[in-house]
T-cell receptor, first 111, second 116 residues
């Protein structure tokens, strides 16, 4: 089983739609969780960290479910500019701060 | 955040040759990483570049193939040695912003390598 798994998509959604991505992780001792956005032929950029209580940043909401070992990202009122690949990332516990990335979920928002 | 630059941005190399990629950060950082991203794949960690000591390599990556230097807290190089077409990939430098809670990781723009 992969350490971090995501549905690769693509998710094709109309403008204004709400879309949700899930990401599962295998290491129950994982401590920190993140969502990154990667535009075509660009580097990944941190979108948001995921806190245990869930967190929201504008149209984006991230949630963590430790019992089921998954994190989610919800995008409301999708914009054309949201089209990108969304990578989830999980940091292992302990002193060695290794982050493992999922393969990414591709989102295409269509007019 | 940290501003990261990489050189070269892209290169086309012949098999059997070596390429050194440079990573420069605009502030001192403790942790620097080198990743590889092959077409359609996610990021794979090659190694952690440690200042003043040898890099820590992930399973499947060895120092002879990917020697790394980290002479100070703002600079690192990754060399891809004796290249083969399988080494064609994007190589990304990454840093962690120190003393930031939670942990925040930033990436350079990447070096797109094609081996013919």
């Amino acid at each position: 089983r992969k350490e971090v798994e995501q549905d690769p998509g693509p998710f094709n959604v109309p403008e204004g739609a709400t879309v949700a991505f899930n990401c599962t992780y295998s290491n129950s001792a994982s401590q920190s969780f993140f969502w990154y956005r990667q535009d075509c032929r660009k580097e990944p950029k941190l979108l948001m960290s995921v806190y245990s209580s869930g967190n929201e940043d504008g149209r984006f909401t991230a949630q963590l479910n430790r019992a089921s070992q998954y994190i989610s990202l919800l995008i409301r009122d999708s914009k054309l500019s949201d089209s990108a690949t969304y990578l989830c990332a999980v940091k292992s516990s302990g002193g060695y701060q290794k982050v493992t990335f999922g393969t990414g979920t591709k989102l295409q928002v269509i007019p | 955040s940290a501003v990261i630059s990489q050189k070269p941005s892209r290169d086309i190399c012949q098999r059997g040759t070596s390429l050194t990629i440079q990573c420069q950060v605009d502030s001192q950082v403790t942790m620097m990483f080198w990743y590889r991203q092959q077409p359609g794949q996610s990021l794979t960690l090659i190694a952690t570049a440690n200042q003043g000591s040898e890099a820590t390599y992930e399973s499947g990556f060895v120092i002879d193939k990917f020697p790394i230097s980290r002479p100070n807290l703002t600079f690192s190089t990754l060399t891809v040695s004796n290249m083969s077409p399988e080494d064609s990939s994007i190589y990304l430098c990454s840093v962690v912003v120190p003393d930031r809670d939670p942990y925040e990781q930033y990436f350079g723009p990447g070096t797109r390598l094609t081996v013919t």
